[in-house]
């Protein structure tokens, strides 16, 4: 099986979480704001178990049937290049103090390239807290944005509907939460372009937050 690690380690996540959620508590929880993306895409039927399953066993291939060509072209992204799809690696909790053991979850990631860009497809279930909080050092890694910024998007992130994609400030790297069938939190985290670069070359702002929602939209277990 593929195995990766959350860049940084249980430490590092666990401090930026800390200081993420610190700053969550101090903002209102309000549900109510949002752009009403959410009402475009069709429920996921995913749910924790079956990201877990995919993660012990990744294959060869995405476990989750993303049509990341699909997706391009219904986010206008022309010209780009021919999808190839790369490596696929799963992620499950090792011990007591590891990030997804602190939240019982699963992470699966995709690699493609899409032309010249390298995309990467994180796809994250958690019966506890956030999903998207387990990738926030990820988030920032790849889209190499300020602590300051991170915890604005995580806030965002935070409050967001299902389906209703975020894009880091850099424009690179967006986060969508999934609908959950069953308890828990699902999220599928976006990463375009060259680790710790600040920008696409290619996609604008515009398209790397449609292709994460058209990404979102197909997220489900293969039959």
């Not at 200081?19 to 995913?46: F, I, T, W, Y």
């Not at 209703?164 to 850099?170: I, N």
Request: glycine content about 14%.
């Amino acid at each position: 099986m593929g195995e990766r690690k959350i860049p940084g380690g249980g430490w590092t996540v666990a401090v930026v979480v800390a200081a993420v959620l610190a700053s969550c508590s101090q903002h209102g929880g309000d549900d109510s704001e949002g752009s009403g993306r959410g009402k475009q895409h069709r429920p996921a039927p995913l749910s924790v178990a079956a990201v877990k399953r995919m993660a012990a066993r990744p294959g060869a291939e995405c476990p989750v049937p993303y049509d990341l060509a699909g997706a391009a072209r219904a986010a206008g992204v022309d010209g780009a290049g021919a999808v190839k799809a790369g490596s696929v690696e799963g992620e499950l909790p090792d011990d007591d103090g590891s990030p997804l053991a602190r939240v019982d979850g699963a992470l699966v990631d995709c690699g493609y390239r899409l032309g010249k860009e390298r995309v990467r497809l994180f796809t994250v279930g958690v019966t506890k807290d956030t999903a998207v909080d387990v990738l926030l050092p990820q988030i920032q890694h790849d889209a190499a944005i300020s602590m300051d910024d991170l915890r604005t998007f995580a806030v965002r992130a935070q409050r967001a509907k299902p389906g209703e994609p975020l894009l880091t400030s850099s424009g690179n790297v967006a986060a969508v939460r999934l609908p959950a069938t069953g308890k828990g939190d699902l999220a599928l985290v976006v990463s375009i372009g060259a680790i710790g670069a600040d920008r696409t070359r290619v996609l604008s702002r515009g398209q790397v937050t449609e292709l994460a929602g058209r990404l979102a939209a197909q997220a489900r277990a293969r039959g």
